[in-house]
């Protein structure tokens, strides 16, 4: 089915580890979105995209770095994990700004 | 700047009892409105939108209509089922913007 698909489903880190999320898209969309979801704080926006090659900082940046080499993928990648980042992450992606979004199903990690 | 105010939950009703949760905005531009829902253990998916004053969105049963006048995208469905309960989230994007902003989200919650 098309649609945006993030992998992996879960994971458990330990704290000072790496890894990139993985988020791709076979609709053509331009613009692809990193979101995370915290209990009682609904959705923060990490990073976004425009375009292939392009990322922009979002509302809670840090610890957080991106990448947009290929226009169908959007990486995300912690550097050393801290148990603040303990979230659920969604992708999004929209062929426009006003088409509203479509939402991978989510990561759940989990840093100890 | 550009906001969304939701009514706080939880929502807790009983199955075909008539629902409404509360959406009001405030904008700097001309936004589109949409809503979004989310089932548990899953993604966010559009669930109807409305890009200029007095559309009416509406799909599954659910409508929202946006009112200028009163800066508000309230949600309705006359009859709700068990399968209903979700977590619900309302959303604009200003035109010529980048990115969505969501409400906190309201979690109803809909008993047989």
Not at chain 1, 22 to 48: F, K, S, T, V
Not at chain 2, 21 to 31: D, E, L, Q, R, V
Request: net charge neutral; glycine share 10%; proline share 4%.
């Amino acid at each position: 089915n098309a649609g945006v698909t993030q992998t992996p489903k879960f994971r458990v880190l330990k704290t000072g580890q790496s890894m990139t999320l993985l988020c791709a898209q076979d609709m053509n969309h331009e613009y692809m979105y990193w979101y995370r979801q915290d209990p009682g704080m609904g959705l923060r926006l990490i990073h976004y995209s425009v375009g292939e090659g392009t990322t922009a900082k979002g509302e809670v940046p840090d610890g957080y770095n991106v990448s947009r080499l290929k226009k169908q993928n959007f990486l995300l990648g912690l550097e050393s994990a801290a148990p603040s980042q303990t979230s659920v992450y969604f992708c999004a992606s929209s062929p426009t700004q006003r088409y509203g979004y479509t939402f991978g199903s989510g990561t759940r990690l989990t840093v100890v | 700047g550009d906001s969304v105010t939701q009514m706080e939950g939880p929502v807790t009703l009983s199955e075909e009892a008539f629902l409404t949760i509360n959406c009001t905005y405030t904008a700097t531009g001309y936004p589109s409105l949409f809503w979004y829902v989310q089932y548990p253990g899953e993604g966010l998916q559009l669930l109807l939108k409305a890009t200029k004053a007095d559309d009416k969105g509406s799909n599954k049963g659910f409508e929202a209509t946006y009112r200028k006048e009163t800066t508000s995208f309230h949600l309705e469905k006359g009859s709700v089922q068990v399968s209903d309960s979700a977590v619900y989230f309302c959303a604009l994007i200003i035109q010529g913007a980048q990115k969505l902003v969501f409400g906190q989200g309201t979690r109803l919650t809909i008993n047989p």
